[in-house]
Every structure is written in C-alpha cells, then in structure tokens.
C-alpha cells in the first residue's frame, strides 16, 4: 500500500474522499471508474496535465513523483494507482471487485499493469500522442528537474526533452513489452467475458485504460479479437462512461 507523508501539510486536513486526477490520465481512469463502481462521493481536484498543472511545489508536496492520480482518504494520502483501486475495495469492500476464487492471479493483473507502466506504456503513449503537446518550456524544465527526485521518471522525461525524440530502441522495447502482455491477456479472455472470468473485478478496471488510451494512439488491437470483445463490454458499465468518456471521450483527439 503506497502511503506517503506530503510536504503539503494542507491536505492532512481534508475529510472524506478527494481525488487529484488528470482527465487525459489512464492511471486516473482506473482509480475514478473504482469510485464509481463503489458509488463513493468524492471531491475532484482535476490537474490538467496539459496546462502542466502537477510541476508545482504545491501538487509535488502532496504527490513526490508529481503524478497523478493521488487520493486522499481522511487526511491520508494514498499514491500508484493500483495500488490506490486495490486499498478502496479493502476499505469499502461493498460491492466487492476482488476475485471471488483467485484472488492472487487477480493481483498478479494488477502487479504486471503497474509494471509496464514506465518501461512501455508510457513510451508508447508519448512518442505517437502526448510528447509533442506536452513540451516544455526552458523554464517549466527546470521546474521539473529541480521538483523530480524519481530518477526513473526523470531518465524518462529527458528522452523527450527539448527537441528530442524516444529512440528506436526504446519504442522497440516498449512494443515488444506490450505485445507480450497482450498476447497474455488475449489467451487469457478466451471463453471469458472478463479477465478473471464471469466476475467483473479490479483487474478488468486496471487494464481497460490502457486499451483506451493506447487505442487511442493507434495500437493494432484489431489482431486481438478476445480484448476488442472485452472492451466493447464496458461501453454500457455507468463507470466507463463517467470514469473514462466523461473525462476524455475520445483519446485519439488530445
């Protein structure tokens, strides 16, 4: 369970639920559409990450890697996403989202989401979509190094800095990554209507955000016939339609 202690001592103070989230964020979609399925009232604190709202002092003391999403539960602040999803449905366990009879295989999705996120998500999703819209200034980079003290986000976010562009290498690897995961969660939906069978659980909320947003940036999903069936199943699911559409109906157009 990621729990920090933020230099930002005012959210200590907050009662409730309260959420600071991007729209465009795929890892904000999973922690939204879990709040949605639970029917938790929650406060929105949106950060528009295309405004770079997060490279502020304020937003890196209450999350220290300046990302989103952060949760904040009764002054406690909660950060990674999975990790947030998997600390709601212990701590509102009604309507359940855990797997009824395999609940590690069901962590085991949450686990390897969590894991390709730097190495191949984020790669992916930056050098065809986000890199060119999100420059920086000189000035907003230097905010951001001087704020950043993750060195894997800052190793990252120096391949696009400037005028620079991801390497062959790097989006070879992160292709690579993603065509093995979803090989995996293509076998694995197979005579399943979610991944971990008739029961809809966190691992389906932690995976449909990456389909999104990653279809979005023209991903060749139409190779995998099991996951394009899967996906469309969420398009009636209340939480899909205000957790995802809501915030960015339509990804390929950011």
Same mark, same amino acid.
């Given at each position: 369970? %990621?729990?920090?202690?933020?230099?930002?001592?005012?959210?200590?103070?907050?009662?409730?639920?309260?959420?600071?989230?991007?729209?465009?964020?795929?890892? $904000? !979609?999973?922690?939204?559409?879990?709040?949605?399925?639970?029917?938790?009232?929650?406060?929105?604190?949106?950060?528009?990450?295309? =405004?770079?709202?997060?490279?502020?002092?304020?937003?890196?003391?209450?999350?220290?890697?300046?990302?989103?999403?952060?949760?904040?539960?009764?002054?406690?602040?909660?950060?990674?996403?999975?990790?947030?999803?998997?600390?709601?449905?212990?701590?509102?366990?009604?309507?359940?989202?855990?797997?009824?009879?395999?609940?590690?295989? !069901?962590?085991?999705?949450?686990?390897?989401?969590?894991?390709?996120?730097?190495? %191949?998500?984020?790669?992916?999703?930056? %050098?065809? =979509?986000?890199?060119?819209?999100?420059?920086?200034?000189?000035?907003?980079?230097?905010?951001?190094?001087?704020?950043?003290?993750?060195?894997?986000?800052?190793?990252?976010?120096?391949?696009?800095?400037?005028?620079?562009?991801?390497?062959?290498?790097?989006?070879?690897?992160?292709?690579?990554?993603?065509? %093995?995961?979803?090989?995996?969660?293509? !076998?694995?939906?197979?005579?399943?209507?979610?991944? !971990?069978?008739?029961?809809?659980?966190?691992?389906?909320?932690?995976?449909?955000?990456?389909?999104?947003?990653?279809?979005?940036?023209?991903?060749?999903?139409?190779?995998?016939?099991?996951?394009?069936?899967?996906?469309?199943?969420?398009?009636?699911?209340? $939480?899909?339609?205000?957790?995802?559409?809501?915030?960015?109906?339509?990804? $390929?157009?950011?």
């Amino acid at each position: 369970m %990621a729990v920090i202690t933020p230099t930002n001592k005012s959210v200590e103070s907050l009662e409730g639920l309260h959420l600071y989230h991007g729209g465009i964020s795929n890892c $904000s !979609m999973r922690v939204r559409m879990t709040l949605i399925e639970k029917g938790l009232p929650w406060t929105s604190h949106h950060i528009d990450l295309k =405004k770079k709202e997060n490279i502020s002092d304020e937003y890196f003391g209450i999350n220290p890697n300046g990302l989103v999403p952060t949760l904040v539960d009764g002054g406690v602040v909660h950060i990674e996403s999975n990790d947030i999803i998997d600390y709601i449905d212990e701590s509102y366990p009604e309507p359940s989202l855990r797997a009824s009879d395999n609940e590690a295989e !069901m962590m085991e999705w949450l686990h390897l989401a969590a894991a390709i996120h730097v190495p %191949a998500c984020k790669p992916y999703v930056y %050098a065809y =979509k986000i890199a060119p819209k999100l420059k920086k200034t000189a000035a907003e980079q230097q905010k951001y190094d001087e704020l950043q003290k993750n060195e894997e986000l800052k190793n990252f976010h120096s391949k696009h800095a400037g005028n620079k562009e991801f390497s062959t290498s790097d989006l070879d690897k992160a292709k690579a990554i993603l065509g %093995a995961c979803f090989a995996k969660l293509e !076998m694995t939906l197979d005579g399943r209507k979610w991944i !971990m069978g008739d029961q809809f659980t966190l691992a389906d909320i932690s995976w449909i955000p990456l389909y999104f947003v990653l279809l979005g940036c023209g991903y060749p999903f139409d190779k995998f016939p099991n996951i394009t069936r899967w996906a469309a199943a969420f398009e009636g699911k209340k $939480s899909y339609q205000e957790g995802v559409l809501k915030w960015c109906p339509d990804f $390929s157009k950011v």
